[in-house]
């Protein structure tokens, strides 16, 4: 992604438009979380149903912290551990849960800091199908919907994400499996 590229896509977030992009792991399509008809727009691009959260990406640990996630202390050590990484947190967050990741890629973390720090951001993909790690197939699955596709090549992790929430505890319940194993995680605990 040049710059040109990551000031275009930047306008176009901030005033309410879809950008598919790349991450670490795989393609995402992605909204301004200030703009809640560009999310129902994902939700209608990708056939996704509108009570499945989208999650958000992070520029950096602190953007995490400025949209007003808690970190139960785990949570912490596990965001030390794996952030930039492949690594969703479902936190407390004014209320509510939201996930967030903070992705390995330089070009997208520049993006979200353009873009106030955070975007809403889910594959890049029909609901239910393959997640794209091209842009060519990002664009072949669902990129005619989007306002821009940036081609940042192969996303080099080719797999999602691992999620993990907190029970009430404090502990780590893993909800998807992904990039990162659970005996590695556990390790880590």
């Not at 992705?103 to 993006?111: F, G, I, V």
């Not at 199908?129 to 989007?146: M, T, W």
Request: glycine share 10%; net charge neutral.
């Amino acid at each position: 992604m040049d710059e040109k590229s990551l000031q275009a896509a930047a306008r176009i977030l901030n005033a309410g438009g879809v950008v598919i992009l790349p991450t670490d792991t795989v393609y995402g399509i992605a909204a301004h979380p200030e703009h809640p008809e560009a999310i129902r727009r994902i939700q209608c691009i990708k056939g996704r149903p509108s009570d499945k959260p989208i999650a958000l990406l992070a520029a950096d640990f602190q953007a995490v912290v400025d949209f007003g996630a808690v970190f139960p202390e785990k949570a912490k050590r596990l965001a030390d551990a794996y952030w930039p990484g492949a690594l969703t947190l479902v936190l407390p967050c004014r209320g509510v849960t939201e996930g967030f990741r903070v992705p390995d890629c330089e070009p997208t973390r520049q993006l979200l800091r353009l873009c106030g720090g955070v975007l809403r951001v889910t594959s890049a993909n029909l609901s239910g199908r393959q997640p794209a790690v091209s842009a060519a197939e990002a664009l072949r699955g669902i990129g005619l919907e989007a306002d821009l596709v940036i081609d940042g090549g192969i996303s080099p992790g080719g797999v999602a994400s691992t999620v993990v929430r907190f029970d009430d505890a404090g502990e780590p319940v893993i909800l998807r499996e992904g990039a990162i194993s659970r005996s590695e995680l556990e390790r880590r605990q």
